[in-house]
């Protein structure tokens, strides 16, 4: 009614005051909503933590367009607060493209991309992180080893490092000093 002006003055701000009465009490779809007002700033400050919050709860319930906002909230970070998370982006996506999402389709083959190399398909994780992604144990050892590479996530965003010295686990670690990049391998 707020939303969209239906018999009384258009207000965002109202709009969201209700949106969240109904979030509050479960509704899946005001959730979402909620969510898509705190992403773009709509009545109420943007803030893409309180937008994850939302959306978090709505996918808990099944609900794929949130399935996907989180996911794309994962894949791309958000500082401090929201770090990129390509695992997390992944469950969440790949929960929407399983629905048949055409965005959260397209943006798995993001993620799926070999951290190395580029290549998609990638099902091979760092046993160390579970972030990096690698297409076998070749672009694995190579890229533990080397300074080439796309970044991680294959965003290509990265400036390219050894990944022994930029993997999150082996910092502060004494398992970061060798080996081959933990050689662990999953599915996600």
């Not at 894949?75 to 959260?104: E, F, M, N, Q």
Request: aromatic share 10%; with cysteine; net charge positive.
């Amino acid at each position: 009614m707020y939303l969209r002006g239906d018999g009384v003055r258009q207000s965002l701000v109202l709009a969201a005051k209700w949106f969240r009465k109904a979030a509050d009490q479960g509704n899946a779809y005001a959730q979402y909503d909620l969510g898509m007002f705190y992403k773009h700033g709509r009545g109420v400050p943007q803030d893409l933590f309180e937008s994850a919050t939302w959306f978090r709860a709505a996918a808990k319930q099944g609900h794929t367009d949130s399935c996907f906002q989180l996911g794309e909230i994962f894949r791309k970070g958000s500082g401090a607060r929201i770090p990129v998370s390509t695992l997390i982006a992944r469950k969440y996506l790949r929960r929407a493209a399983d629905k048949g999402h055409a965005g959260a389709i397209e943006s798995m083959k993001d993620v799926c991309r070999c951290t190395f190399c580029g290549s998609g398909g990638a099902m091979r994780l760092c046993g160390w992180c579970w972030e990096a992604r690698y297409c076998g144990p070749e672009c694995q050892r190579k890229h533990w080893n080397s300074v080439v590479g796309v970044g991680v996530g294959g965003g290509g965003g990265a400036a390219p490092e050894k990944h022994k010295h930029t993997c999150p686990q082996t910092q502060g670690s004494s398992r970061g000093g060798g080996g081959g990049g933990g050689g662990g391998s999953g599915g996600g």
